[in-house]
């Protein structure tokens, strides 16, 4: 046995300041599913790099699905092909291969026919830097999700069909999304959707921003109701510069 990792201490600052996971051909590079309380901590900023999604269609850099329940990613970075790969934001038109990745998930999931009777709660994703993907952050069929303190920018192209969107919402409720930074994107960047039912969200002291501005279709926070049900949000502190439409 390694006596190192059976008496230390389990984290120093001594140690290397970032652990790289995954490689930048991987996908799907954290997973998983029905499995609750995990904390998954860098520590220290970017202490913890998740790469994955060069050139293969639909990679995800981390996902939890199902009853998923306490989940907490924090100081973590996670990086998908994109303009370092590329030169410019990928089209699905032209770069179908090259589209359709998500950083970070968390998607509900159905048993025995029940329209997703399964879904993760109380998600906290705090302090992730998030570069290149498509969707950076989904959340699908989950309650009591988190989203603050990140950074997050150059989003890309995603699937045929999909919203390219920097955070994808779909019927979610109790939801937190605050002290975040977006900026150069390509698309709606708080973007709520879906068919089900929406309600209290919480959303304040977040900027979005863009250093060129101008890009047609992008917006700070939108809303596409798709005969949903829509309970109370709750927006406020916000700013929104240089970009299309707030």
């Not at 009853?67 to 907490?72: K, T």
């Not at 109380?122 to 950076?136: E, F, N, P, Q, R």
């Not at 988190?146 to 109790?174: F, K, L, M, Q």
């Not at 949000?233 to 700013?239: E, P």
């Amino acid at each position: 046995a390694d006596t190192q990792c059976s008496s230390g201490t389990g984290w120093s600052s001594s140690y290397d300041s970032q652990v790289v996971i995954g490689q930048p051909t991987d996908n799907n590079i954290i997973t998983g599913v029905n499995t609750s309380y995990i904390t998954i901590d860098g520590v220290v900023p970017s202490g913890i790099l998740v790469q994955f999604g060069q050139g293969d269609f639909h990679g995800t850099g981390i996902k939890f699905s199902g009853n998923s329940n306490v989940v907490e990613l924090k100081n973590i970075e996670v990086d998908s092909a994109g303009f370092h790969d590329y030169g410019h934001p990928v089209d699905c038109g032209m770069d179908a291969s090259k589209c359709g990745h998500d950083g970070v998930v968390f998607n509900g999931s159905t048993s025995g026919g029940l329209a997703y009777d399964q879904r993760p709660n109380y998600a906290l994703i705090s302090g992730l830097k998030i570069t290149d993907c498509s969707v950076s952050i989904r959340i699908a069929h989950a309650d009591y999700p988190t989203i603050e303190r990140s950074d997050v920018s150059r989003n890309t192209g995603s699937g045929p069909g999909d919203h390219a969107d920097v955070y994808y919402i779909e019927d979610s409720n109790n939801g937190v999304f605050r002290y975040n930074s977006t900026h150069e994107y390509w698309s709606e960047g708080l973007y709520f959707t879906g068919y089900s039912t929406y309600g209290n969200w919480k959303i304040y002291s977040n900027t979005f921003w863009d250093s060129t501005g101008g890009k047609a279709g992008q917006t700070g926070i939108a809303f596409d109701n798709n005969s949903a049900t829509m309970g109370m949000f709750y927006i406020y502190n916000n700013v929104f510069a240089n970009i299309n439409s707030p």
